[in-house]
C-alpha cells in the first residue's frame, strides 16, 4: 500500500516536470513567435520585399557633342541588338538556333565563341547579346523569321554616332566598352555595353556627358526571373558640350588635306583662342571603335606607316625650319643686335670653322635687312642673327610666343615641343653646346621642335598685338540646352615692341604679295582677303658635299619618306587678321610650293564664311556639300626648297 502510494506521487511529480517542461517549450516558442512576427515584423518584411523586388540601374543618354552654331557633331541613334535567351530555344539548344541564325545574319567564328562562353557564365533566362547596331535590312529579316528562331528577339537601344565620321575623329576621339581598370565603383561602369570615353573630348568631358543613371524595381522569383516592373525612374541625361569648331570649315579643311599622304592643319582665331578647325589626315572613323573593331582593322590601323590614330596637330613634332625665323628676328630686333635697316650680305653660305652653312638659294641673296631676310627667307641672314644673340635668348622668345612646352588645349595626348639651351644639352647629354648648332637653330632647325597647334599659337601672338592667347576647343559645357558664350578672355601681353612686331608682321605679308616673296604664287587675289605667312621646307636627310656639287636630287626623285616635310604658317585678313593657320605635310616637298597653296584656300574659305556670322551648313548633306571651298590652284613643281 505504502509502496502505491510512493509510485503515484513519483509518476505526479513527473507529470508535472513533463508538463512543465512543455509549457516552457511552448512559451519560448511562442514568445520567439510574438519577437519575430511582432517586434522584428517591419525588419522582416523588408528583407522579404528585397528578396522580392529587385532595383535594376537604368543607363542614361550620353550628352550630345556641337559645333559652334549647335549642329551635332557626336550623337545618339537607335541601336538594334539581336538577343538571345537559351532556355527558350526549345529543342534546338543554343548552336540549332545560332546556326539558323547564321543563314541570316552571318557570324564569325569568334563572335560565335564569344556567345557560347557569355552565354554559359549567365544563367539560362538572361538575355545575351549576340550583335549590336543592327541594319534595319537585318532587323526585318530576323523579324520575319522569328517563329522558327525561338530564344532570338530583337532589342531597341541607343548608339554613340558620329555624323562627319573620319573628318573629326582626332578632335572627338571615341567611346568604346569599359575596361577592366576603369571600373572603379560607378555602377554605371557595371551596366553591359556602357561606353566610355576613350580620346579627345569624348574622354575629356566624359563624367559630364555620361549623365546620372535612373533606376527600374521590378518583382523577380527565387530564381531572379523579372516577373513584371513595379516602378522606373528615368535617369539624368549627360551634359551637352558646345566646341569652338566650325564644322564646315573643318570638313573644308579635311577635304584640302585628303590629296596627301600625311598632313596635319589647324585654324585659330587669333584673339579668342578659338580652335575653329583641327584636321589630321590620315583618320579613322570613331563609329568603327563604338561597333568594335576586328582585328584585321585594328591591325591595318597601327601598321599604318601615316599614323591615322595620332593626332598630328598635338603631337606630331617637327623642326619648324623656316617658320622659327620670325620668332629669331625678333630676339635680335628686341636686343638691338640688329636694326631695321642694317644689312648682312648673303654669298649663299656662311663658314664657321672649317665648315659652311649653306642658304637655300645657290647663289645668294645679296645684301638683305630683316624684311628682306623675312620674305625671301635668307639662312644666311638669319644664322647670322642667332650667332649675334645666341640660343638662349631665342630659346627665351620663343617660350613666350607659345613654342617648347603644351599649349594647355583641352584634349588628351599633347605633347610639347623641345626648345634646346645651353643648360639643356648640358643636362640631357652631357654635352658642351657648339655654336653651329645655335646656326642651325637660327633656322629652325637642329635640336628645335613644335607641333602644328604651337606654330599656329604663336602665329596668332605674332599677328594680334602681342596678346598670350591660348588655344580652346571647348565653349560650354551644359544640362539645359541653353548655351551661353563665354565672354572673350583677357590675355595677358607678351612685353615686345609693338613697332619690331609690326616690322615682322609687314614682312609676312610681303612673303605671299610681293613678287620676290617665298609664297607670291599662293597670294589670294581679292585684296579684301589677302593674307600674310611664312613657308617652310624642312630637310629629313643629310644632303652631302658630293650632292651639293652634282646638284641636290629633287623631293620627286626622292622615296617618300626622305622627301622634306612642308610648312606653313599664315594669317588673314592682312591688314585686321582675324584667323591663323598653321599646316604641316609630312615628306610633302617645298613649303612654297605643297604647304602655301593649302593654308590660302583654307584662310579663303573661312574668311568667306565669316565664322560664327555665317549660315553653317545642314548636317544632312553628308560631307561635301557646300563647303565653299575655292578651286585649288594648278600645282607648281619646285625648281628649289625656297623657305
Sequence with gaps: MHGDQERQKLFARRTVMLV???????SMLAGRMYYLQVVKAEQYKMLADENRISLRLLAPPRGRIVD???????????????????????????????????????????????????????RSFVPVTLRENLEWEDVARIEVNAPDLPGV?????????????????????????????????????????FRTGKSGIEKIHDLSLRGS???????????????????????LPGADVRMTIDVGLQLAVAQRLSKEISASAVVLDVHSGDVLAMVSHPAFDPNDFNRGLGVEEWNALINNPAAPLSNKVIAGRYSPGSCFKMLVALTALERGAISPTGKVY?????????????????????????????????????????RRVGIDRI?????????????????????????????WKRDVKDQAWHQGETLLAGIGQGYVLATPLQLAVMTARLVNGGFAVSPQLTKSVSTTGVHAVPERHEFPQIGVNPRNLAIVR????????????????????????????????????????????????????????????ALFVGFAPADNPRYAVAVVV???????????????????????????????????????????????????????NEG
Design 506 to 565: 609687314d614682312a609676312m605679308t610681303q612673303v605671299v604679295n610681293t613678287p620676290h616673296g617665298t609664297a607670291h604664287r599662293s597670294a589670294i587675289e581679292d585684296p579684301r582677303y589677302m593674307m600674310g605667312g611664312k613657308t617652310g621646307t624642312v630637310q629629313v636627310r643629310r644632303i652631302t658635299k658630293a650632292e651639293r656639287e652634282t646638284g641636290v636630287r629633287k623631293n620627286e626623285d626622292l622615296p617618300w619618306r626622305e622627301r622634306d616635310h
Design 395 to 423: 630659346a627665351e622668345m620663343a617660350y613666350r610666343f607659345g613654342l617648347g612646352d603644351v599649349t594647355g588645349l583641352d584634349l588628351p595626348g599633347e605633347k610639347p615641343g623641345l626648345l634646346p639651351t645651353k643648360a
Design 213 to 235: 543613371g535612373g533606376s527600374s524595381e521590378v518583382e523577380v522569383n527565387a530564381y531572379g526571373r523579372v516577373i513584371r516592373e513595379l516602378n522606373r525612374r528615368e535617369g
Design 68 to 122: 559652334r552654331f549647335g549642329l551635332p557633331l557626336a550623337d545618339n541613334k537607335q541601336n538594334y541588338r539581336v538577343m538571345l535567351v537559351s532556355e527558350d530555344t526549345r529543342g534546338l539548344g543554343v548552336d540549332g538556333a545560332l546556326d539558323l541564325l547564321h543563314e541570316i545574319v552571318p557570324m564569325s567564328t569568334g563572335e560565335r565563341r564569344r556567345i557560347l562562353k557569355e552565354v554559359n557564365r549567365n
Design 20 to 26: 512543465g517542461g512543455k509549457l516552457a517549450l511552448v
Design 346 to 386: 648673303c654669298e649663299g653660305f656662311m663658314e664657321l670653322g672649317d665648315t659652311k652653312f649653306h642658304c637655300w638659294r645657290r647663289g645668294g641673296h645679296g645684301l638683305v635687312d630683316v624684311t628682306d631676310a623675312i620674305t625671301q627667307s635668307c639662312d644666311v641672314y638669319f644664322y647670322e642673327a642667332a
Design 586 to 640: 609630312e615628306h610633302g616637298g617645298g613649303g612654297s610650293s605643297v604647304a602655301a597653296p593649302i593654308a590660302r584656300d583654307i584662310l579663303l574659305t573661312a574668311q568667306r564664311r565669316q565664322s560664327a556670322r555665317d549660315i553653317p551648313i545642314s548636317n544632312t548633306t553628308g560631307s561635301q556639300a557646300a563647303l565653299d571651298l575655292p578651286d585649288a590652284a594648278p600645282s607648281v613643281r619646285a625648281v628649289v
Design 153 to 193: 528577339m530583337i532589342d531597341e537601344g541607343q548608339s554613340r554616332f558620329y555624323p562627319y565620321g573620319k573628318n573629326l575623329a582626332h578632335v572627338l576621339g571615341y567611346v568604346s566598352a569599359v575596361s577592366e581598370r576603369e571600373k572603379t565603383g560607378d555602377r554605371l561602369l557595371e551596366l553591359p555595353g
